[in-house]
């Protein structure tokens, strides 16, 4: 054999043999760095992941350090194929490709029950039909643009739940053409599947936050109840600031950005489209955060409360007992506004102004 062609032989089986023990130790730099995410101390899990465009993070408390990671991976799998419509093959998908669909999943129909159960709770605010009205309207600072030569009375013949026939075997759309999308509520049903399956293995004391939906139950390691951050107006010229919430077997959903509005005839106004009349919202409210007894709702609920506007939340927050709130609004020629229902002042770390 010629001695250049030995050499090159060698040559490549020294560096064969440096990948692979290159790989061999990435892959135990990983796993070991797996378990640093998911068990932290004795008594306590805590790991993260993606699902639903965003990323989700659980803590719970377990003498047996059980790691149910792969099995809450499962279920937002299977979650994701029926509701997602980020998912090309999903249910959903399928659905909005045609005016019916026969044997819808159990996941399916419970999701559309829960949507046209907030859907009624709103009197139409929060509709997951209204896909095409955001398709042909922009928000920017300088405020919201519809696209030019839009009929808005057309568009609005593709949007409405209640043109969805809902039955065990069969969802049936009355009009043709109707797309469903559950994005501004799924996360917060997510939340509460995952904290039944918690709780179905023996787990008391927990946290789940998927996104800015959040479900805790029970208390941390310390003994103390689970704290999230939450944004507040520190002053009457719109600066923001981050305290906490104490969270004693409730959910937190937040919705809106008060940092983010435009200016029309002396009202600011969040960007936000009012699904019944087709048009942008013209009241001030323009920041929502909802604490309830579970995330489905206060998830659906900020989302809704967003169209609603501020003097309807004041409306609900007074006649419900088990939901709190903070809002920020405005009024005309108005500064901004902060409210707080009364039984949260116990829970946060900042004042009641």
Do not use: C
């Not at 310390?222 to 009457?236: P, Q, T």
């Not at 969270?247 to 969040?270: P, R």
């Amino acid at each position: 054999m010629n001695p250049n062609a030995r050499k090159n032989i060698i040559y490549s089986l020294v560096l064969f043999a440096l990948v692979l023990l290159v790989y061999a130790w990435r892959t135990r730099e990983g796993s070991s760095g797996v378990m640093q995410q998911e068990i932290s101390q004795p008594g306590k899990v805590s790991f993260f992941g993606n699902t639903l465009g965003t990323e989700y993070r659980i803590t719970y408390l377990d003498q047996d350090n059980r790691i149910f990671k792969p099995s809450i991976d499962s279920l937002l799998t299977a979650f994701n194929l029926s509701i997602s419509t980020s998912e090309p093959t999903s249910e959903i998908n399928r659905l909005n490709l045609r005016d019916t669909l026969v044997s819808p999943s159990a996941t399916l129909r419970s999701v559309l029950t829960e949507a046209n159960r907030m859907y009624d709770l709103s009197n139409g605010a929060l509709d997951p039909t209204q896909k095409p009205l955001e398709n042909v309207w922009t928000f920017s600072p300088s405020g919201a643009r519809l696209l030019d030569s839009t009929d808005i009375r057309s568009i609005l013949s593709y949007v409405g739940l209640k043109k969805i026939n809902l039955t065990d075997t069969l969802i049936r759309k009355m009009t043709s053409g109707i797309v469903l999308d559950f994005t501004k509520s799924t996360k917060g049903y997510a939340i509460d599947l995952i904290g039944a399956f918690l709780e179905g293995k023996g787990i008391k004391n927990y946290l789940v936050q998927i996104g800015g939906e959040n479900l805790a139950k029970g208390t941390n390691e310390r003994d103390e109840l689970w704290k999230i951050g939450v944004y507040y107006l520190a002053d009457s010229m719109g600066a923001k600031a981050e305290g906490v919430i104490a969270l004693q077997d409730k959910a937190v959903s937040t919705a809106g950005n008060f940092e983010q509005f435009y200016t029309k005839d002396s009202l600011k106004l969040s960007y936000t489209l009012d699904p019944r009349s087709g048009f942008p919202v013209s009241h001030g409210l323009l920041g929502v955060t909802v604490i309830g007894p579970d995330a489905k709702t206060t998830d659906a609920l900020s989302d809704a409360l967003m169209v609603m506007g501020w003097q309807e939340a004041l409306r609900i927050d007074s006649a419900r007992t088990d939901l709190g709130m903070l809002l920020i609004y405005n009024e005309k020629g108005g500064k901004l506004t902060q409210y707080i229902s009364p039984e949260l002042s116990s829970v946060l770390s900042f004042p009641m102004k």
